[in-house]
Structure formats: structure tokens, C-alpha cells
């Protein structure tokens, strides 16, 4: 496969870069920035109330408009409270892309994987592009498939947690198992575990506090996008087999010290 | 006469429209979705609906998320 067939389809849109960012955390004078270092194609926002007395910024007027949005329904505690939150979101106008986040534990903010099934069920047969946060479970990956999930984004360890892939031999099953595309969301802190996670084959990575809580979040989106690129053509290119011992790199023959007998 | 708009009772003018309300908030400028009673308003509607005593209305915007 050519690089430059190498393309992530989902939903009708196709994807050169398999980085999404979180707009989380972020003052809104620094996504420009952080948009154009890290080259994605999808950012995630929050719907919240508005506040009257301190009215924000809106943080869509600093998205350049080819960027793809996708809202999430962060706040939702079950499925109908996040099919709530996506349909308000689809009213804003910013397409149809929803991110399912069903969350009711606060301590690990651990997603709720049967209202996530439900939540996706019914917002797929609404027509919206539906990218579920789950725990990396196979058997919930497959009723999200069936659920018409576009795409499935297991978490590698704890929102904002910046611990990396501890969920790594989960995550090895779906992308063997799953037949949409498997994005880790979540836990990412640093490029090399972006790296790592597309050299396993995940067809991207979401990643937000990784980016964010960085001392220069620019610089920071910038590197995450080289490890993406990185790690994908690795994975591209077919990484070696790991062995338990040595095998010489360099000839074993003709050797200074060999003397025929 | 009162409403509750994002779960505060606010008071309102009378003959007062959805959209009167959001624009006398300061909040027309953003990219606001309304509620009311449940239905989500376009902008036409949202120019056509009075705000009605005790309805419930919630009035959303985009921030940043991950």
C-alpha cells in the first residue's frame, strides 16, 4: 500500500491524518496553533449551558471550517441523556459527528459501556456518525458494530490520566476483532505511546490532556503528529517479531579468529 | 411571570420571545441551541416562540472537550 492511499475512511469522510484533538483544557487563543501543528482533521467540543454572567468564547470561531467537528456528550449519564446532548449539538450546525460518552463513575471516569450500546443504537438510526468511548471490551465492540457505530474508541487508561496503553492487550484484540475503525481515546499523554498504539494498528488516536497540560501545547501537537506518522508507517511496514534471544545482525562467518584445521 | 432557563427561575418581559430573551442575555453573538419545554427551537422558531410562564428552557453553547 502506497502512503498515499493510505487513508482513514468514516462516515462519508476520508481522513489523511489519524490524529483527533480535544479541545479540553485549552485556552481558546492556543487551538489555531495546536490545530495546524498537529495537522488533525477532527476536533472534539463540550456542549454545556451557557453561562450569563460570564459569557465564554466560543471555541468554534477558532477552528478553521474544513476541521470536522465532533461534539461530545460528556455529562450524559445514560443514553438518553447523551442521545439529548447529541441532537442539541446537531442543531448548532456543526454536522453530524457525535462522540458517545456515557460516564456515571466520577473517581475513573470509566465509560458506561451498556448505555453507550443503547446510545449508539438509537443515534445511528438517526443518521449521525456515531464514534463511542468504551471500555476496550470485544463483545461491546461487536454490539457497537451491529449498533451501527462508525467507529469504536477504547480507552488506553483514565481520562487525563497521561498513563499510556495500560489497556494494550485489549486494544491488540479489537483491532484483530473489529471491523470499523479502532481510535484509542483516552490516557494518551505522550508521543511515544501515540506511537506505540498506532504500531499495534489502531487506525488513530484521540488525544487531549496529553496536548493540553503541556508546557508548550504547540510544540507538544506538533511532536504527537510526527509519533502518529511514525508509529503508522511502522505498522505500515511490518515491525519484526519480538524473540527471547539474540540473533547476530552481522554475519557469523569469516570471523578474524576462525583458523581451518 | 418566570421561566426557568438552565435550571435558574429568571423573570421575563411580557410578550417576550425566546430569541428577545437570548439576545438580551448578550448570548445572540454565540453560537447558542435552545430547548424549550423539551423541542429543540430553530431560529425561526425561536423568533416565533413567547416565552410561556413556568416553561423550561435550556439554553446550550459549545465549549472545549475532549
Redesign the interface.
Known sequence: MGKREDKLKIGSKTLSSRLFV?????A?NLLPGVITASGTEVV???????D?HS??E???TFIPEEIT?M??T?GARNAVEAA?IA???R????GDWVKIEVITDQKYLFPDNEETVKATGILAKEGFVVLPYIMPDLVVARRLEDAGAAAVMPLGAP??SNRGLRSREFLRILVEEIKVPVIVD?GIGKPSEAAEAMEMGMDAV?V??GVAVAGDPVMMAGAFAKAVKAGREAFLAGPGVAGRYASASSPLTGFLHEVKK | MEVYV??QPEAINPGETVKDFVVR???FE????V?YNGR?L?GKEMEKQFLEEGAVV?????????
Open positions: 480535544g479541545t479540553g483544557k485549552l481558546n472534539t467540543v463540550a456542549l454545556r449551558r451557557a450569563f459569557p465564554q466560543n471555541p468554534l467537528i461534539p461530545n460528556s439529548r441532537r442539541l449539538a442543531a448548532a450546525g456543526c481520562i487525563g483516552a484521540l487531549n490532556t | 438552565n435550571g442575555k448578550g448570548l454565540e453560537k447558542v441551541v430547548e429543540i430553530d435550556e439554553i446550550v453553547h459549545f465549549v472545549g472537550g475532549g
